[in-house]
């Protein structure tokens, strides 16, 4: 696999509140992967891009630097649960309808692995759990290159009309 580029900064910012949620979950991934929409101001803090969105599910990229070093020397934990809280809320967003939103009220990781930036990219992947009226719950791993899982996590998120 190629090496993480991170984004220009450039390809991020924010979305009109009331044009994104005027779109469905998928409508919004379908129009950012075309390249019509920013990513979120954070990933330029932790460098992380979606590669793939279907409904329930979602695959991101991420790159950590020496930015992310806890004193330990290794990628701080935030990093992990960052990314994968991106994932998981993206599983959760793909199932919403126009006018729906969503807000992480629990999420739950297992760090397994340390991280290193010169592991290079890790890959999330996450799937919808169940989607209901006024909560989703998702599910998600993150794992480097070879597939060695680094983490794992679970989420919930309240749904809510907008």
Do not use: W
Request: hydrophobic letters at 40%; charged letters at 20%; aromatic letters at 4%.
């Amino acid at each position: 696999m190629p090496p993480f580029e991170p984004l220009k900064e450039d390809a991020t910012g924010l979305i009109d509140h009331q044009a994104l949620t005027s779109m469905s979950g998928m409508e919004f991934f379908e129009r950012h992967l075309a390249g019509e929409l920013p990513s979120p101001p954070m990933c330029r803090v932790i460098p992380m891009r979606i590669l793939h969105a279907e409904p329930g599910h979602v695959r991101m990229e991420a790159g950590s630097n020496d930015d992310h070093l806890n004193p330990m020397g290794t990628v701080h934990g935030g990093f992990a649960m960052t990314v994968l809280d991106s994932c998981l809320s993206g599983a959760v967003h793909s199932r919403l309808e126009a006018g729906q939103a969503y807000a992480t009220i629990e999420l739950k990781t297992n760090l397994v692995r340390p991280i290193s930036p010169s592991d290079g990219r890790v890959l999330a992947s996450a799937h919808s759990i169940h989607t209901g009226r006024s909560l989703a719950t998702a599910e998600g791993r993150l794992v480097d290159e070879d597939g060695r899982i680094l983490a794992f996590a679970t989420t919930t998120c309240a749904i809510f009309q907008v």
